[in-house]
Every structure is written in structure tokens, then in C-alpha cells.
């Protein structure tokens, strides 16, 4: 129940600006011309990271009984 007065109160009050800065725009920009492949490589970049891979092994074996 508090989470949804919370967060109701913070929709009435909160308010969002409009303005969006130069490297905003180049962002939005770059990633609606990307190509399909170039996503694709992106997120297999960042499965290789070392946390998302150490992060992967914790939840494929997090129920694993011995």
C-alpha cells in the first residue's frame, strides 16, 4: 500500500524538463540509425564483460544442488 501512495505522490509532484543537451541528441541519434548487426555486437560485447559473465554463472547455477 505505501508503495502505491509513494508513488503516487511522486507522479503529481515530479515533474519532467523537456531540454535535451548536444550529446543527448547525438545518442538518440546513433542508436536509430544502428543497424540490426551493429546492436546485435554491442550486446554480445557486453556479455563478455566480466561482471555480466560472473553475474550469468551466479544465476545458472544458483539453484544447482550438489
Do not use: G, N
Request: with cysteine; proline share 2%.
Amino acid at each position: 500500500m505505501t508503495f502505491v501512495v509513494v508513488t503516487t505522490l511522486v507522479m503529481v509532484f515530479k515533474h519532467e524538463t523537456e531540454t535535451k543537451t548536444h550529446d543527448e541528441e547525438d545518442v538518440l541519434e546513433d542508436a536509430s540509425t544502428r543497424s540490426v548487426w551493429e546492436a546485435y555486437m554491442q550486446l554480445w560485447r557486453i556479455v563478455h564483460l566480466p561482471a555480466v559473465l560472473s553475474l550469468i554463472a551466479m544465476l545458472l547455477t544458483y539453484k544447482v544442488k550438489c
